[in-house]
């Protein structure tokens, strides 16, 4: 009885939480466009610079794996492997930059929290909004070069769910990391270290098949990894992916989530006596 009343508490917590983030819908825009002219405004090629980084990551790798290693990609849909990087990669930038902004974003602004009564949850999902937007022009790009390629097909329209489920993951991580660093300032530091593990144990520049019989089950306890097989196979095997990867990774998805809000909303009682 107390467990089932401890759940519901916590429901109705989230429940409120989720309501107070719909009711500041637009104060969170106001956010996200402000993080993104300070990151663009002013610059010479604006927003050309979020596609720069990326494209430079790719011919990189490209070039290593593909001209110096001859490494060919395991898929029945092109042999060419800077596209199927391209699908892989896209989404782990995106991932990677939301955690890491996501995690410094409460104590970069602590003199705005400190002096008024302001809702610091909404910086890590502004955070979101605006590398949503700097992540969908890369796709855009993305989706050129597939189709000049002639590979994409309508299970491109299926993308958004994935990126939505992408989102959530990292909003969810990034209320969780934020929250902390106001407490243990090394967790910016720790968690860069740890995103370089996480980095190399994504399929990215590999596929699933390539990875030892052994190692797998560790390989699919990783959420990235349906994110990347879901973008290269509905982008590339033009085919919608496994449904039990895809109720998987709305798990995962969706409990750190909910977690990550509860946490967030918990702790934020205790910044101002930290910040």
Not at 12 to 41: E, G, K, P
Not at 116 to 122: K, L, Y
Request: glycine share 4%.
């Amino acid at each position: 009885m107390n467990g089932s009343l401890k759940n519901w508490a916590a429901i109705r917590i989230f429940q409120n939480f989720a309501v107070q983030m719909v009711r500041r819908r637009h104060l969170i825009w106001n956010f996200a466009v402000r993080d993104l002219r300070s990151r663009y405004v002013g610059s010479l090629m604006g927003f050309f610079w979020a596609v720069v980084h990326p494209v430079v990551l790719l011919v990189c790798y490209t070039f290593v794996f593909s001209v110096v290693f001859e490494i060919r990609p395991q898929t029945l849909a092109t042999d060419n492997f800077a596209i199927f990087l391209f699908c892989g990669i896209l989404p782990w930038l995106f991932f990677q930059d939301t955690v890491l902004r996501c995690c410094n974003s409460v104590v970069e602004n602590g003199n705005l929290i400190r002096k008024t009564v302001f809702p610091s949850e909404i910086l890590p999902i502004s955070l979101c909004l605006s590398n949503l937007v700097t992540h969908c022009l890369g796709l855009l790009i993305l989706l050129i070069v597939l189709l000049a390629a002639g590979l994409l097909g309508w299970t491109a329209l299926l993308l958004p769910f994935v990126l939505f489920l992408l989102l959530l993951l990292s909003l969810g991580l990034g209320w969780m990391v934020a929250a902390l660093q106001v407490f243990l300032r090394d967790t910016l530091q720790i968690l860069s270290v740890f995103l370089v593990f996480w980095f190399w144990f994504t399929p990215i520049f590999y596929s699933i098949d390539l990875v030892p019989e052994s190692l797998r089950p560790l390989i699919r306890l990783n959420p990235l990894t349906y994110v990347t097989q879901g973008y290269r196979d509905l982008l590339l095997e033009r085919q919608i992916p496994d449904p039990s990867a895809l109720l998987t990774l709305f798990a995962i998805a969706a409990l750190s989530f909910v977690a990550g809000g509860l946490i967030f909303r918990a702790t934020k009682r205790e910044f101002l006596d930290v910040l």
